[in-house]
């Protein structure tokens, strides 16, 4: 872990305080969390985008670097591990300069907390336009250390199947625009069922987020979905682990 990079040493501070909500991602055939997702908060619970418009050039590293410490730390806290699940930690890809130096701070957390690092998925998230090698080339080091990896949003932006094609991750997250109205819409059903199908053949276990009405998960569970993320199941808990709506998902799994 000797590797340095400029964009590490030179990066200026993040001033404003976060925290994190949790939202659990749901095996449907059992009803239990397969992971949580840590999603950026205000101190007092204020949403996403308050702390995002904070964020410029200059931080970008620095956020970055301190919402994994806190995700890490309030799992550690809420003690996430101990249910089984894993930690989903999004990331900002243009925030990382060189994989190995970018992530000590992680790994120093890690440790500093006794969360194990095989429980931690790294997420990454498209919010501005990505160099595919550089990537690429943080999403093979990242497996190569351990970590699990996934693509977000599939489906929408830039990660698709060209992307695919040049690296499979651990995880596909389907975007939530496939998923709106499902239930009604057959061309929506047609290309989400062809797209579990693709990623079940070659090994990648798929995610539907943005999950919010019972038609829709059910719709979804027709067409073989194993794991869900939405509000029908549980919406984002402050500084929390939500419990999963049971209402929701037993009449799928006792149907299965």
């Not at 397969?34 to 950026?40: P, T």
């Not at 890490?72 to 190995?100: C, H």
Request: glycine content about 8%; charged content about 20%; hydrophobic content about 45%.
């Amino acid at each position: 872990m000797g590797v340095t990079c400029e964009g590490c040493r030179d990066g200026a501070a993040f001033q404003a305080r976060l925290s994190m909500a949790f939202q659990p991602i749901v095996d449907l055939t059992t009803g239990e969390p397969y992971a949580y997702e840590a999603l950026v908060r205000g101190p007092a619970g204020e949403g996403a985008a308050s702390v995002l418009s904070q964020v410029t050039d200059e931080t970008r590293y620095a956020f970055d670097q301190q919402c994994r410490v806190s995700a890490i730390e309030w799992a550690s806290r809420l003690k996430l591990a101990a249910t089984g699940a894993r930690l989903s930690i999004n990331f900002l890809p243009n925030a990382v300069y060189e994989p190995r130096a970018c992530i000590r701070a992680t790994l120093a957390a890690a440790m500093q907390y006794r969360f194990p690092t095989t429980a931690i998925i790294f997420e990454f998230t498209e919010q501005e336009v990505i160099d595919t090698d550089h990537l690429l080339n943080i999403l093979r080091s990242y497996k190569a250390m351990g970590f699990l990896t996934a693509i977000d949003d599939f489906g929408a932006g830039h990660s698709g199947l060209g992307l695919l094609a040049q690296f499979q991750p651990d995880i596909v997250k389907l975007d939530m625009a496939l998923i709106r109205g499902i239930d009604s819409d057959s061309v929506r059903r047609s290309i989400v069922g062809h797209t579990l199908r693709m990623l079940e053949d070659i090994g990648i276990l798929a995610i539907c987020e943005g999950i919010e009405t019972k038609g829709e998960l059910r719709a979804l569970c027709d067409l073989g979905l194993r794991y869900a993320q939405g509000y029908i199941l549980a919406r984002p808990a402050f500084e929390a682990l939500p419990a999963i709506a049971g209402t929701a998902v037993d009449p799928i799994r006792l149907s299965a």
